[in-house]
C-alpha cells in the first residue's frame, strides 16, 4: 500500500541523496531475477537508513533479514572504519547474490553473513550493537526486539520495517493472520516500554524508531 502518491514519492526521492552506482544495478538485479522485488528498501528508504546510520556512525550494526542486501549496504556507509554489520537471513538461495554485491562494495571486510532463524543467530553473536534493523518474519518481530534491547547501549537505535503492514494493524486481524496481530502487539509494546523512546514514520510501509533511553 502506498501512503502517499507516486507523484509525490518520485518527487521526493529526486530531492534526496543519489543512490550510488552499485546499489542501482543491485536494485535493477534484484527486480530481474529475485521474487517480491518490491521488499527491497529502495531509493527513498535506503537514504534515510543510510543518513541514520551517519548520524549515528555505530560500532556494530545488526540486521535481520537480508534479502538482496540493499538495506545492509545503506547501512554500512555509517560504519566508522573499524566497525562491522552483521546481517542474518535465512533464505539460502540469496547468499551467493547478497555476497555478490557486498563483495563489490567498499565494505565487503565489514559485512558478516549469517544464514539461518535469526532467534538462534542473534545470541550465538558476540557483540552488542549500536544501531538494528529489523525487516525478518514480522511473526517474531517482539521476539526480535527482546533479543536485542539489552545490547544496545543508551542512545542506541532500533528501526522496524513494515510496522503499518499496507495499513492492516488499523483493523481486527483475522484469526489466522499472525502476522498482523503480531505487528499490532509489537506496535502496542515498544510505544509502552519504559526503556525506550519511539516513532513511527510513515514511509513506505511504515518505519519505526527506537531510541534506547
Same mark, same amino acid.
Given at each position: 500500500? =502506498? #501512503? $502517499? *502518491? +507516486?507523484? /509525490? +514519492?518520485r518527487y521526493s526521492a529526486q530531492h534526496s541523496q543519489n543512490e550510488p552506482e552499485l546499489l542501482q544495478e543491485l536494485s535493477n538485479a534484484t527486480y530481474q531475477k529475485v521474487l517480491q522485488p518490491r521488499m527491497l528498501s529502495g531509493h527513498l528508504q535506503g537514504r534515510f537508513l543510510s543518513l541514520i546510520s551517519k548520524i549515528v556512525q %555505530? &560500532? *556494530?550494526i545488526l540486521e !535481520?533479514?537480508?534479502y538482496t542486501g540493499y538495506s545492509a549496504l545503506c547501512l554500512a556507509e555509517g /560504519?566508522? %572504519?573499524d566497525g562491522v554489520l552483521h546481517t542474518i537471513d535465512c533464505n539460502e538461495e540469496l547468499v551467493d547474490f547478497q555476497k555478490h554485491y557486498f563483495d563489490k562494495s567498499d565494505y565487503s571486510n565489514q559485512i558478516k553473513q549469517y544464514l539461518g532463524d535469526a532467534r538462534l543467530v542473534i545470541p550465538t553473536i558476540d557483540s &552488542? #550493537? @549500536?544501531l538494528? #534493523? !529489523? =525487516?525478518? @518474519?514480522k511473526a517474531n518481530y517482539p521476539i526480535y526486539f527482546e533479543l536485542v534491547i539489552d545490547r544496545l547501549p543508551s542512545g542506541? /537505535? !532500533? $528501526? *522496524? =520495517? &513494515?510496522?503499518l503492514w499496507s495499513a492492516k494493524v488499523l483493523s481486527n486481524a483475522a484469526p &489466522? @493472520? +499472525?502476522e498482523t496481530k503480531s505487528l499490532q502487539l509489537y506496535n502496542h509494546m515498544i510505544n509502552n516500554d519504559p526503556r525506550v523512546e519511539v516513532v513511527l514514520l510513515p514511509i513506505r510501509d511504515g518505519l519505526s524508531i527506537c531510541r534506547k533511553k
Open positions: 500500500m =502506498d #501512503f $502517499i *502518491s +507516486e507523484e /509525490l +514519492e %555505530p &560500532n *556494530s !535481520i533479514g537480508t /560504519l566508522r %572504519p &552488542n #550493537f @549500536d538494528v #534493523f !529489523i =525487516d525478518a @518474519d542506541g /537505535l !532500533i $528501526i *522496524s =520495517d &513494515n510496522v &489466522n @493472520d +499472525e
